[in-house]
């Protein structure tokens, strides 16, 4: 299994509801990945997990908080969300800090909140 | 500050012409740069990192320090080349996290 697999693909909220994205690889990849990509503009880091640690959190609001409970799982738990909110949430891996691979992404899931 | 500047929202060509979608970087000491291409409704996919120097899809990118450029060029386009590309450049090279900062992206559309 080569791929980076996110799911839903697909999740409409409203602003009060509690909801999570998920994120699942078994390439034995010790470095998660969340990004934010709004429509027309670039991917931007949110969070890095390296060793199912947080590592870098990118002064993202508290209303996302990612979780890492096992090597092969990287959820982003979603709470009391704004319009802006609205994105393509996009996940991806890479093998550890040592090596010299580059991430591979997800397809994302496209949220928006009501 | 450490940033990607793609000059161009959208590159239009003919099949068969050459391309080149400009990407300039700032940053201090030796960049860690990249890549990545998004067709339509696919995952973003690397398509080439500095490091490596080969070929793919008969697309290249040479570092040019001086220029602070990498630009990625092809000289025949296809029309499967349609696609999104993004310049990215690692802003943590020395702590192994590759904090990748993107571009804004260049749509390229190329016409039969």
């Known amino acids: 299994d080569t791929e980076v697999t996110q799911t839903p693909k697909h999740l409409v909220m409203g602003m009060t509801n509690k909801k999570s994205l998920k994120c699942e690889q078994h390439?034995?990849?010790?470095?998660m990945y969340w990004y934010k990509q709004k429509a027309k503009k670039p991917p931007e880091l949110m969070f890095v997990?390296?060793?199912?640690?947080?590592?870098i959190n990118e002064s993202v609001p508290s209303r996302f908080s990612p979780e890492c409970p096992n090597s092969s799982l990287l959820n982003l738990h979603l709470h009391a969300l704004q319009p802006e909110d609205s994105a393509l949430y996009l996940c991806a891996s890479r093998p550890d800090r040592v090596s010299n691979q580059p991430q591979h992404f997800g397809d994302g899931t496209r949220l928006s909140i009501l | 500050a450490q940033r990607v500047t793609q000059p161009e929202k959208l590159l239009s060509v003919f099949k068969g012409a050459p391309v080149e979608l400009k990407c300039n970087y700032s940053?201090?000491?030796?960049?860690?740069l990249f890549w990545y291409v998004q067709y339509s409704r696919q995952r973003l996919q690397l398509l080439l990192r500095h490091i490596s120097r080969e070929s793919i899809k008969g697309f290249t990118a040479d570092l040019n320090k001086g220029e602070t450029s990498f630009h990625l060029k092809k000289p025949f386009a296809q029309e499967e080349d349609s696609a999104m590309y993004y310049c990215a450049l690692n802003t943590e090279k020395n702590t192994g996290f590759q904090k990748l900062v993107f571009g804004t992206g260049t749509r390229l559309l190329v016409s039969p």
């Open positions: 997990y390296s060793y199912e640690k947080l590592s």
């Open positions: 940053y201090s000491g030796s960049p860690e």
């Open positions: 390439m034995g990849h010790r470095a």
